[in-house]
């Protein structure tokens, strides 16, 4: 090696020295900043003909990171985030709930209401027994409407997030369009980007919280972001636009508004279809999922007392015609949402059970078995639009006409069911549940619970306009005739003669509906399913209700503690594989140092010798 070569190599290795030094100190300056990667710098030796040295370049300053760790940690956010969103609702949401045994809870105020009926039981004409009967009765009223309004607002809260999410997601996207776009030009420029790139990717963790995303290399040291099923948010340099519109008034059981991406292409998708996990898919799921099923769960207690104390049988009579045995059954008390229950042998011997679902607009028709929330029956619509028994006898003969069963008119506007020797068929019961629409002389019944939302209406649980039973909870209410005269709650026959006001019959019927009435509750509620759904007593409905509740509570709360353990657990070996240790970067100045001492002596030998030689000379 020529003392020029020999030069040339230490100007070049002092050059690469200071440009370590700088790398260096700069990792050590910025070794407590957040999300600041370690730095290194690499050289590219050229050499000419004989094997000299003849250039270097160290311009190339690359991040030490593990992206197999990284990718794990930013695709944990999105379900950590999820997780969080849906334990912090989930968890208020059991508070309005409350627990078993809760003095304020529904529980214990339906406790509180069975407790009153029995005592009234025990002395039918005592005003103050009354009057605890309709005390308990509004203070479950009013609690139903409160847990509704809450949830409400809940859901309210939710559509209010949703929309700050998303333009948050929006700044976010704009912001790594800005930053990979500096990127691209510095990488076309030979411009060092590692410092750009730790910004770029604390925008991308960010996001990563909202979204489950899927990020990739483009060109240019840019980057392709997608949604989990493949829609694109970021690609060649743009961003797609997230939009979404607020819902000032939430309807009970009607979702919200989805956010829409438009792309640069101008294509549209729905964002929350397009992903699985991440902040913003929570609050969709629980302002229309979750929330919408506490409130249906509220729907149904609603609902159920309230049938349970207004809805009276009526029991068909027994008749024989020539061979053919049945019954007779009066169907003049139908009103939308009644039912008739038919059980009956078939053909082929197969016992069957029917319901004959009374509905006062057609266009419901026909309907599925799904209507009831008995999984054994089928179910058929029943048009009582014309108000006429006759009409409705005919509309049921025309549904029952394939369950060869001999269906007519008795010729006295009574539906009568005859099984059919030559068929052979055979009828084991008839029977009607039918809301009461008076105080008195309509059975046991008692409309104790009324529908409030539009004026006082007897509830029905009509299927009409959407169905009466949604959104109920919010407007159930006692009966302004019952608080009016408590005595109602004993005075259940004026004629032919008034029942003493010392009759229990009323009380023990109420409290028997209550504690003893066995019913299916919807299981679109979310407590059981629809091949098995829960089959219980109004009491026992609200218990597993608060039970429910609690679980999914805690499930949420010890998912979300899972998934923030991984996460914490990522993060720490993520930040491990990107953060400076200062030991090291020092310990590695020192070589430097002494690397630039050594580049600098044999820089100060070469002069030494050239100078000799030019004296020589």
Same mark, same amino acid.
């Given at each position: 090696?020529?003392?020029?070569?020999?030069?040339?190599?230490?100007?070049?290795?002092?050059?690469?020295?200071?440009?370590?030094?700088?790398?260096?100190?700069?990792?050590?300056?910025?070794?407590?900043?957040?999300?600041?990667?370690?730095?290194?710098?690499?050289?590219?030796?050229?050499?000419?003909?004989?094997?000299?040295?003849?250039?270097?370049?160290?311009?190339?300053?690359?991040?030490?990171?593990?992206?197999?760790?990284?990718?794990?940690?930013?695709?944990?956010?999105?379900?950590?985030?999820?997780?969080?969103?849906?334990?912090?609702?989930?968890?208020?949401?059991?508070?309005?709930?409350?627990?078993?045994?809760?003095?304020?809870?529904?529980?214990?105020?339906?406790?509180?209401?069975?407790?009153?009926?029995?005592?009234?039981?025990?002395?039918?004409?005592?005003?103050?027994?009354?009057?605890?009967?309709?005390?308990?009765?509004?203070?479950?009223?009013?609690?139903?409407?409160?847990?509704?309004?809450?949830?409400?607002?809940?859901?309210?809260?939710?559509?209010?997030?949703?929309?700050?999410?998303?333009?948050?997601?929006?700044?976010?996207?704009?912001?790594?369009?800005?930053?990979?776009?500096?990127?691209?030009?510095?990488?076309?420029?030979?411009?060092?980007?590692?410092?750009?790139?730790?910004?770029?990717?604390?925008?991308?963790?960010?996001?990563?919280?909202?979204?489950?995303?899927?990020?990739?290399?483009?060109?240019?040291?840019?980057?392709?972001?997608?949604?989990?099923?493949?829609?694109?948010?970021?690609?060649?340099?743009?961003?797609?636009?997230?939009?979404?519109?607020?819902?000032?008034?939430?309807?009970?059981?009607?979702?919200?508004?989805?956010?829409?991406?438009?792309?640069?292409?101008?294509?549209?998708?729905?964002?929350?279809?397009?992903?699985?996990?991440?902040?913003?898919?929570?609050?969709?799921?629980?302002?229309?999922?979750?929330?919408?099923?506490?409130?249906?769960?509220?729907?149904?207690?609603?609902?159920?007392?309230?049938? %349970?104390?207004?809805? =009276?049988?009526?029991? *068909?009579?027994? &008749? +024989? @015609?020539?061979? /053919?045995?049945?019954?007779? #059954?009066?169907?003049?008390?139908?009103?939308?949402?009644?039912?008739?229950?038919?059980?009956?042998?078939?053909?082929?011997?197969?016992?069957?059970?029917?319901?004959?679902?009374?509905?006062?607009?057609?266009?419901?028709?026909?309907?599925?078995?799904?209507?009831?929330?008995?999984?054994?029956?089928?179910?058929?619509?029943?048009?009582?639009?014309?108000?006429?028994?006759?009409?409705?006898?005919?509309?049921?003969?025309?549904?029952?006409?394939?369950?060869?069963?001999?269906?007519?008119?008795?010729?006295?506007?009574?539906?009568?069911?005859?099984?059919?020797?030559? %068929?052979?068929?055979? =009828?084991?019961?008839? *029977?009607?549940? &039918? +809301? @009461?629409?008076? /105080?008195?002389?309509?059975? #046991?019944?008692?409309?104790?619970?009324?529908?409030?939302?539009?004026?006082?209406?007897?509830?029905?649980?009509?299927?009409?306009?959407?169905?009466?039973?949604?959104?109920?909870?919010?407007?159930?209410?006692?009966?302004?005739?019952?608080?009016?005269?408590?005595?109602?709650?004993?005075?259940?026959?004026?004629?032919?003669?008034?029942?003493?006001?010392?009759?229990?019959?009323?009380?023990?019927?109420?409290?028997?509906?209550?504690?003893?009435?066995?019913?299916?509750?919807?299981?679109?509620?979310?407590?059981?399913?629809?091949?098995?759904?829960?089959?219980?007593?109004?009491?026992?409905? =609200?218990?597993?209700?608060?039970?429910?509740?609690?679980?999914?509570?805690?499930?949420?709360?010890?998912?979300?503690?899972?998934?923030?353990?991984?996460?914490?657990?990522?993060?720490?070996?993520?930040?491990?594989?990107?953060?400076?240790?200062?030991?090291?970067?020092?310990?590695?100045?020192?070589?430097?140092?002494?690397?630039?001492?050594?580049?600098?002596?044999?820089?100060?030998?070469?002069?030494?010798?050239?100078?000799?030689?030019?004296?020589?000379?």
């Amino acid at each position: 090696m020529g003392l020029s070569s020999a030069l040339n190599t230490a100007v070049f290795g002092i050059t690469y020295n200071q440009r370590q030094l700088d790398v260096t100190a700069n990792n050590i300056a910025n070794a407590d900043t957040v999300g600041y990667s370690k730095k290194t710098i690499s050289a590219k030796a050229y050499f000419d003909g004989q094997g000299n040295v003849a250039g270097l370049t160290a311009t190339e300053i690359t991040r030490i990171i593990d992206e197999k760790i990284q990718a794990d940690y930013f695709g944990s956010l999105a379900d950590t985030n999820y997780a969080k969103q849906i334990s912090s609702y989930t968890g208020r949401l059991d508070e309005i709930f409350g627990t078993i045994g809760d003095n304020a809870g529904l529980s214990t105020l339906v406790g509180n209401l069975s407790s009153a009926l029995s005592s009234l039981m025990n002395d039918p004409s005592n005003y103050t027994a009354q009057q605890e009967v309709i005390a308990a009765s509004e203070a479950f009223a009013r609690e139903l409407n409160s847990a509704y309004e809450r949830i409400g607002d809940l859901r309210q809260e939710a559509d209010d997030s949703l929309s700050l999410q998303t333009q948050t997601v929006n700044n976010l996207l704009t912001s790594i369009e800005d930053i990979d776009s500096a990127i691209r030009d510095a990488t076309q420029s030979n411009v060092s980007t590692a410092d750009m790139e730790d910004e770029r990717d604390r925008l991308i963790e960010q996001l990563s919280g909202y979204l489950d995303v899927e990020v990739a290399d483009g060109a240019n040291n840019t980057l392709f972001i997608q949604t989990a099923d493949g829609q694109q948010l970021y690609s060649d340099g743009q961003a797609s636009t997230l939009s979404f519109v607020t819902t000032h008034s939430l309807q009970p059981g009607v979702a919200g508004q989805t956010v829409l991406a438009t792309t640069p292409g101008g294509s549209t998708y729905d964002v929350i279809a397009a992903s699985n996990s991440g902040a913003m898919i929570a609050t969709a799921e629980l302002r229309d999922e979750i929330l919408v099923e506490a409130q249906r769960q509220l729907d149904t207690i609603a609902a159920e007392i309230s049938l %349970a104390f207004s809805n =009276v049988p009526v029991e *068909s009579t027994a &008749v +024989t @015609v020539g061979p /053919d045995d049945g019954f007779d #059954l009066d169907v003049s008390g139908l009103q939308p949402g009644n039912t008739i229950t038919l059980e009956y042998t078939d053909t082929g011997g197969v016992a069957q059970t029917v319901t004959l679902l009374a509905v006062s607009d057609p266009s419901l028709l026909p309907l599925d078995d799904t209507a009831t929330a008995n999984p054994n029956d089928t179910v058929f619509g029943i048009d009582i639009s014309s108000g006429t028994p006759a009409t409705y006898i005919t509309n049921i003969t025309a549904a029952l006409a394939a369950t060869g069963l001999q269906v007519s008119n008795d010729g006295s506007d009574n539906l009568r069911v005859l099984g059919n020797t030559g %068929a052979p068929t055979s =009828v084991q019961s008839l *029977s009607a549940s &039918v +809301t @009461v629409s008076a /105080d008195s002389d309509q059975g #046991l019944g008692l409309a104790i619970f009324v529908d409030q939302r539009a004026g006082t209406e007897l509830f029905t649980d009509a299927l009409e306009s959407g169905g009466q039973r949604v959104g109920y909870a919010a407007g159930i209410s006692v009966n302004p005739a019952l608080i009016a005269d408590g005595s109602l709650l004993i005075d259940y026959q004026t004629t032919p003669t008034a029942n003493t006001s010392n009759d229990p019959a009323r009380p023990e019927f109420l409290l028997n509906a209550l504690n003893s009435g066995v019913v299916y509750f919807d299981p679109e509620a979310g407590i059981g399913s629809p091949d098995s759904p829960f089959q219980g007593t109004v009491i026992s409905y =609200v218990n597993n209700t608060i039970a429910f509740q609690g679980n999914q509570a805690e499930d949420a709360k010890t998912f979300a503690t899972a998934k923030e353990t991984l996460t914490v657990n990522l993060a720490v070996r993520y930040e491990e594989s990107y953060a400076v240790d200062l030991d090291t970067e020092l310990a590695f100045m020192v070589q430097l140092e002494n690397a630039y001492a050594a580049n600098a002596r044999v820089m100060q030998t070469v002069k030494d010798l050239f100078d000799e030689l030019l004296n020589i000379v």
